[in-house]
């Protein structure tokens, strides 16, 4: 391998240090008599120069202190110098005392050319900083940039000043920040002018239309809430990215962004139990059906970072199986993935994936979801669909000796008033009546809408803001609980790794939402008001509930230890041969209409009750 050459900015400031170690070395001489250097002494300061500055040259070179750039000087650059300087401010005096002890050099000069040094070397390298971010003299570099105020005074608003510093599009002009002991304080000479609760008379007070949020690392209510302030001081809000991708080293923290959803309804990051995941995970063959929809598709993303020995890919639509192959293709190159095309209510495709992959974990994410649309002409397809492909898939799973079967549910299996509620409730119970027939575990997890899935109301309302409205709200009361794919994905995993068999998780879906209000926020994040963008309520469709439950009026839960996870004590199924029983009435049902499928739901499930 050849030596890279050095490179010239790093000569010049390393030619810059040699020039500065023999100005400060005379100049030591010269403040030590008084700016009047006797003869004999002038002599000695001009013999052992030579010495001096080939000292610091070695020092200064050996001890690195050209890697980094003069434009970003900081205190680990500021480290450096200190340790060069103390060493050669211990080397000069000794090589003069053995190589030439008849010259004598006065003992404060051994202290004051260290000083000057110092002062020179980062001085310089300050001066230069502050020249290239404009900051020279208090000059602004570019005043037509958009003066911005920033809600947070920590690490990321200080890495943030620093990095908008010689931006020509914002200039911050203010902080904010609820820690008192910030306040009246200055980060990158921009002050802190008081709490969050201010940004509305702080941004009118200076002109400001534009603010920053800057507190990654906060909780998801205290980024709401200043999210809040900010709409309701009219200003445009832009945030920067999550604490995780700044830290990942994926983005920096003056890559802004527009405020999301997520921003609004998210709620503080899952922590995962990552040690046991990956020996639950690790080495294992893992079967996700259903893995082109939202959260099959994230649970096998999930699923990928615990490197397990064949992620196996079961998906009907041939298009969604496809787009999920080429981003593992891309992502995941050396995973070892299947990508099969069936569909999860077909015994023998099932029984063939099985036997050829052998699956030790399986999440069956298969569902038709869309409540209204199953209501009624698609009623029974709701029932094959959602229960037969669970008896199907757990079946094959008891059979070919799978550890855990983890069926993904619905907060509306719960007192269900749809058929799709209610064939998810009955999935629920075919899980229950097969657990005590074999070894696999049946582990059951329940949870609300996510955020931006296929179907839900969010996309909904995204394209009609987008063609200009209305948009439509079935019910100003109606309300849903809302979590993100990723943390809805990620509780399903811990749920499987928690369960012991039988058991119906429940995730703490937080507070409910009311949609119209979910509305409202997204035609303000889409720039509009209601003046520009109507809501028109059109009344509650087949089959929806004005609000959603997480349990059954007689169920009760127990803790785990999971903080966002409880154990539901639903009722289990009295009929243990429930399994037989779906099936042959769906094998000899023939056609039904929809009164014929609620009427046989009714019977297995009581507390299913129609909606009129």
């Known amino acids: 391998m050849t030596r890279r050459p050095f490179p010239l900015r790093a000569l010049l400031a390393f030619a810059h240090d040699i020039v500065a170690s023999g100005v400060a070395w005379l100049v030591a001489f010269w403040l030590r008599f008084n700016l009047e250097v006797p003869p004999e002494f002038a002599r000695t300061a001009f013999a052992t120069l030579p010495w001096v500055v080939a000292v610091n040259a070695l020092v200064f070179w050996r001890l690195g202190l050209y890697r980094g750039l003069w434009r970003y000087a900081s205190l680990p650059d500021l480290q450096r110098i200190l340790v060069a300087v103390a060493v050669v401010s211990l080397a000069v005096p000794a090589l003069i005392l053995l190589a030439a002890p008849e010259l004598v050099v006065p003992r404060s000069v051994f202290l004051i050319a260290p000083v000057l040094l110092i002062g020179a070397m980062s001085g310089s390298r300050l001066l ?53 002991r910030k306040h009246d304080g200055a980060i990158h000479d921009v002050k802190v002018l008081g709490p969050l609760a201010r940004a509305g008379e702080i941004a009118q007070r200076m002109g400001v239309t534009q603010a920053i949020i800057a507190m990654p690392g906060a909780t998801h209510a205290v980024r709401k809430r200043a999210l809040d302030l900010c709409q309701a001081a009219g ?36 922590q995962l139990d990552d040690a046991r995941l990956s020996g639950f995970l690790k080495g294992k063959s893992v079967l996700v059906t259903g893995a082109g929809g939202s959260i099959g598709a994230e649970l096998c993303r999930q699923i990928a970072r615990f490197a397990p020995a064949r992620l196996v890919l079961l998906e009907n639509s041939e298009f969604a199986l496809y787009a999920i192959e080429q981003e593992f293709r891309d992502r995941h190159p050396a995973l070892a993935v299947a990508a099969v095309i069936g569909d999860a209510k077909d015994p023998a495709r099932v029984n063939e994936v099985f036997a050829r992959h052998g699956p030790q974990i399986v999440f069956h994410a298969a569902a038709y979801k869309h409540v209204p649309l199953m209501e009624e002409d698609n009623a029974l397809q709701a029932v094959v669909n959602n229960a037969l492909s669970t008896v199907v898939t757990a079946r094959a799973a008891q ?99 928690m369960g012991r068999g039988g058991e119906i998780f429940v995730l703490d879906m937080g507070e409910p939402v009311k949609i119209a209000e979910l509305a409202r926020q997204m035609i303000r994040l889409s720039g509009f008001s209601e003046q520009d963008i109507r809501i028109v309520y059109t009344g509650p469709r087949p089959g929806e509930k004005l609000y959603e439950e997480v349990l059954v009026g007689a169920e009760t839960t127990l803790p785990t230890p999971h903080p966002k996870l409880r154990i539901a004590k639903a009722r289990a199924p009295e009929n243990g041969a429930l399994p037989e029983e779906v099936l042959d009435w769906l094998e000899n049902s023939g056609p039904l209409d929809s009164a014929a499928v609620r009427a046989r739901l009714k019977a297995w499930i009581p507390e299913y009750g129609p909606a009129r």
């Not at 947070?152 to 904010?176: K, T």
């Not at 991708?245 to 990051?269: A, M, N, W």
């Open 128 to 180: 230069y900083r502050a020249w290239k971010e404009g900051r020279l003299l208090g000059v602004v570099r570019h005043p037509q940039a958009e003066p911005v105020i920033v809600l947070g005074a920590g690490v990321a608003a200080a890495a943030l000043l620093r990095d908008l510093a010689n931006s020509s599009q914002w200039r911050v002009v203010a902080l904010l920040d609820d820690d008192a």
């Open 235 to 270: 200003l445009r809000v832009m945030t920067v990215p999550a604490y995780s991708d700044i830290v990942s080293g994926k983005v920096s923290v003056s890559q802004l962004r527009e405020v999301e959803l997520d921003d609004l309804l998210g709620r503080d990051p899952v």
């Open 399 to 497: 059979a070919a000796g799978a550890l855990t079967y983890v069926l993904v549910s619905t907060d509306k299996a719960v007192n269900p008033t749809s058929v799709m509620g209610a064939s998810k409730r009955l999935a629920e119970m075919l899980c229950q009546a097969l657990q005590p027939r074999g070894a696999t575990q049946f582990v059951m997890v329940r949870f609300g809408n996510v955020l931006g899935s296929t179907g839900s109301v969010i996309p909904r309302f995204r394209e009609q803001i987008a063609r200009g409205g209305p948009v439509t709200v079935t019910d100003a009361g109606m309300e849903r609980f809302f979590m993100s794919i990723p943390e809805a994905a990620q509780l399903v995993l811990q749920a499987g790794l």
